[in-house]
């Protein structure tokens, strides 16, 4: 096998292409097809970490309608960014894939709060790592998310 460029790679994906022809919600085909992308690299021992836009559930100011504040929507942002990660991360699961999801704050049972320590031990693993909530904070897009992590 021919060395690797990349040992360690961060994908962000946007919601939008998530949802595929219908432009809302989640679409399993397209969802497959990028899982099955993940599936080579890492099973050519590229460590994986994704981020994963809201897009295709909420768009915080233009869904608010500037009828709420600023900050609630990127909040709801945030949480569309979760459930999106848990979907994914389940269809991961599904073909076989171990996955993790973390967060920049508490989230209940289905993720973990982000630690560079527990990222770097789950890269170890091989396991792919999915990077929910953005920042965990308002007035940030999960491109931020995706340069802090």
């Known amino acids: 096998m021919a060395e690797l460029k990349y040992k360690r790679i961060l994908l962000k994906v946007s919601g939008e292409a998530l949802a595929g ?70 269809i991961f699961r599904y073909v076989g894939m171990k996955t993790q999801i973390l967060t920049p704050f508490e989230c209940g049972t289905m993720t973990k709060l982000f630690s560079k320590d527990r990222v770097m031990k789950y890269f170890e693993k091989g396991i792919v790592t999915f990077f929910a909530g953005g920042t965990g904070h308002p007035y940030f897009s999960t491109d931020t998310g995706v340069v802090l992590r």
Not at 43 to 64: A, E, P, T
Not at 71 to 84: E, K, P, Q, R
């Open 21 to 90: 022809d219908a432009h809302r919600g989640l679409d399993f085909s397209v969802i497959n097809s990028v899982c099955e992308s993940i599936r080579q690299c890492r099973d050519m021992g590229v460590q994986v970490g994704l981020v994963i836009g809201g897009g295709n559930f909420w768009r915080g100011v233009k869904d608010g309608a500037d009828k709420m504040q600023r900050s609630h929507g990127d909040a709801m942002g945030m949480l569309a960014t979760v459930m999106n990660c848990i979907y994914v991360s389940e």
